[in-house]
């Protein structure tokens, strides 16, 4: 008789290791049935594409769909979770889920919106079946203009920016502008720009000025954090791009990088590399202003930017009355209170959180200490100062650049011309279509023909 | 009546190389001058075969100001007053005569469905037809059916980013009802594709094509002045020069392709697209 397998060799293994053996193997079996990321597709439809749900919405729904791609029937269940900014659970729903092979299940998750205040909320899908594991997630909002503002500004912001403004009147801006032939094209002149700004550091960037015989509007683009400026054309208006001091062509001062520039002389508010930051972006709009020799119409000034570009570009618009339009595009380091608050229960902890935190620790420094310096430069603050049309675009599910934060400094901008565009499922950047948006806002702004 | 006819459309088509389907914008005029040749020397019969006319000619000038008005980022109000001159050459063998004045004024609104991030858009227009004059007796030609009429049409437009030059489409899908008893009823479409060359040069395509159903069935050879059931498509070419970024020239030629009971012609087109 021949000897099982098992029994031959050195190895002898015991009845009862065996069953344990062969459950492991089951185990091991299921795990990688549930694991089968193609046994089932998904599709997820919100009730409102731009996650955000007014007062005439009654609910929060999503249309879930989900086909069964394999021949045997998938069983299990769809537990929802909606938790909302401070990760407290805030309602709960389970759902059987049985799908023959090849073939659909649908089901729509709603919510009554009277049961969810005024605020942001993370919708979270546990999708379970025998063959099958998958979690999901939305960001949507309820009535985020009707959020309660925020922000502390300083007793003495005023006067602090008042000081700020005055050195920078006081220093000569020395403008020198260079026409760069060997990057210029056929349709535009593309020139590198210096001046001087606060603490007399050269401050430089590219501006690129379409060849025709008439004034060109500007877009004035700020840069993002950590970032080098490039020439950018359009042959409908002025493109003004700046670098950052202590980046690209703007570091004669000493370069800085991603870690260093946030936190530079972060231990005086009168030293903060951002008090010089602000200053020589506001000296962006003198130069546009001061060289309109180059075709550049100064009455049609549009200020944006991504990121950090798009806070530096709220300043600018806030202090400066000649911009006549703004761009937010996900702005960041922007009501940085909301930001810890709403940041340190996520994990990971978001951008800039940890880095500040790491700072404060190594130089001894409370939140509370941190807080009082960054008030002055939040662009939170300055939210009521800006006059000119605004566009802020916005996605919910940023960590970086959180729509709470977005939504609280929109609410309180004081402009009869503000939009906020949301983009519900754009985890990395924001769609396509808010450029498209934002193209034409800007034609519309301006009066550019469309 | 037939000749009428097609000179409405032939200003359909020009009007639509203008506007080509875009929404105007919140707040802003677009204007759309624009002059049309037409030039008939025979027809098309209920068979669809063609004729020439015996002895003459039939010719017409238009001259039509269309614009409109961006009301809302949605909503846009059109219209279009047009003059014409229509000279009939002896078509009929009844000698030479004229009619001129204002024809058939047209204001409307454009509703689109789609969003102001938007690379197509989807319309829907609705307009009404006015007629500003008073038809002479037969043997003269008529200015147009001296009835007011109603248009609904549903537009679908666009534009690519990337490709061959960003290319751009416009289609017009419609009807058109005139409220005399007898009509007629008009079904009608317009299909556009076009292609900037460069900054500067843009040509276009149309094919446009109409059915026009009445209960009074006039033969052309009965009465040239009141065909009321004709069908035709029509093709045009159409070059555009931007003369900076708030006007452009157009220029273009067009001819009937196939038809029936209804004259056949062709013609040359001219207008302008003034932006501000």
Same mark, same amino acid.
């Given at each position: ?450 | ?46 068979? +669809?075969?063609? $004729?020439? &006319?015996?002895?003459?000619? %039939? ?6 100001? @269309?614009? #409109? ?93 990337? +490709?061959?030059? $960003?290319? &751009?489409?416009?289609?017009? %899908? ?6 005399? @008893?007898? #009509? ?93």
């Amino acid at each position: 008789m021949q000897q099982p397998m098992l029994h031959t060799g050195r190895f002898h293994f015991s009845t009862p290791l065996r069953a344990v053996l062969c459950c492991i193997l089951l185990a091991a079996t299921l795990f990688t049935f549930a694991q089968d990321p193609t046994s089932i597709s998904y599709k997820v439809k919100s009730y409102r594409e731009n996650g955000i749900y007014g007062p005439r919405d009654s609910k929060v729904a999503y249309i879930i769909k989900l086909k069964n791609n394999i021949n045997d029937n998938q069983k299990g269940d769809i537990k929802v979770n909606v938790v909302n900014d401070l990760g407290i659970s805030v309602y709960n729903e389970d759902d059987p889920v049985f799908i023959k092979p090849i073939s659909i299940y649908d089901k729509e998750i709603s919510i009554d919106v009277a049961k969810l205040p005024t605020g942001f909320y993370t919708i979270y899908f546990y999708i379970t079946t025998n063959h099958y594991s998958q979690t999901i997630y939305y960001v949507f909002a309820v009535e985020p203009d009707k959020i309660k503002p925020t922000g502390v500004r300083p007793l003495d912001f005023t006067t602090f920016w008042d000081n700020a403004r005055n050195e920078l009147t006081n220093i000569n801006p020395s403008y020198k502008v260079t026409r760069r032939g060997d990057i210029s094209t056929i349709t535009n002149d593309i020139y590198s720009i210096e001046f001087q700004s606060t603490g007399n550091v050269a401050i430089r960037g590219w501006l690129s000025v379409p060849k025709r015989h008439k004034k060109n509007p500007v877009l004035y683009t700020l840069p993002d954090y950590a970032t080098t400026a490039s020439p950018e054309s359009r042959t409908d208006m002025a493109v003004f791009t700046l670098d950052a001091r202590g980046f690209g062509n703007s570091a004669d001062m000493g370069k800085l990088d991603y870690g260093s520039f946030l936190t530079k002389d972060l231990y005086s508010r009168d030293k903060y590399i951002y008090r010089a930051e602000y200053m020589d972006c506001i000296r962006g709009i003198d130069f546009i202003c001061k060289n309109t020799d180059l075709n550049l119409d100064a009455s049609r000034i549009i200020v944006t930017g991504i990121g950090q570009g798009a806070s530096l570009a709220a300043i600018v618009a806030a202090f400066d009355n000649r911009v006549k339009g703004v761009i937010l595009d996900r702005p960041t380091l922007m009501d940085m209170r909301t930001m810890f608050a709403i940041g340190e229960v996520k994990n990971p902890v978001p951008w800039p959180i940890g880095q500040l935190k790491g700072y404060c620790n190594t130089n001894r420094m409370g939140l509370d200490e941190f807080f009082k310096t960054w008030d002055y430069f939040d662009p939170l603050s300055f939210a009521p100062m800006i006059k000119c049309p605004i566009l802020v675009g916005i996605s919910l599910k940023s960590s970086t650049s959180p729509p709470q934060c977005a939504y609280n400094f929109y609410n309180q901008v004081l402009s009869s011309k503000r939009e906020i565009y949301s983009c519900a499922d754009n985890e990395t950047g924001i769609d396509a279509s808010f450029y498209i948006f934002e193209n034409n806002w800007i034609k519309e702004t301006l009066r550019l023909p469309f | 009546m037939k000749k009428i006819t097609l000179l409405l459309i032939a200003t359909v088509a020009f009007v639509q190389i203008s506007w080509a389907g875009f929404p105007i914008g919140f707040g802003r005029w677009m204007l759309t001058p624009g002059y049309n040749f037409y030039l008939s020397r025979g027809y098309w019969n209920q068979n +669809g075969n063609y $004729n020439s &006319y015996s002895n003459g000619s %039939f010719m017409s000038h238009y001259i039509g100001f @269309s614009g #409109g008005y961006g009301l809302s980022r949605k909503l846009d109000f059109l219209f279009t007053l047009p003059i014409e001159v229509q000279i009939d050459n002896n078509s009929g063998g009844k000698g030479s005569y004229l009619a001129a004045g204002l024809g058939d004024a047209k204001v409307g609104l454009s509703y689109f469905f789609t969003d102001f991030d938007a690379l197509n858009h989807v319309c829907l227009t609705g307009s009404l037809i006015l007629p500003l004059y008073a038809n002479r007796p037969s043997p003269y030609p008529v200015l147009g059916y001296q009835s007011a009429g109603g248009e609904l049409k549903l537009g679908f437009s666009g534009s690519a980013t990337g +490709g061959f030059r $960003n290319p &751009y489409y416009d289609m017009e %899908f419609g009807v058109r009802q005139y409220f005399d @008893s007898d #009509g007629p009823t008009q079904l009608f479409a317009n299909i556009t594709g076009g292609v900037p060359l460069d900054d500067s040069w843009k040509i276009s395509g149309t094919l446009s094509g109409i059915n026009s159903l009445s209960t009074t069935t006039n033969d052309v050879l009965q009465n040239y002045n009141f065909t009321k059931n004709f069908d035709y498509i029509r093709a045009a070419f159409n070059v555009g020069r931007v003369i900076n970024e708030n006007v452009s020239i157009w220029g273009g030629l067009y001819a009937d392709v196939f038809g029936s009971n209804i004259a056949r012609g062709s013609g040359v087109s001219v207008s302008a697209v003034i932006k501000f």
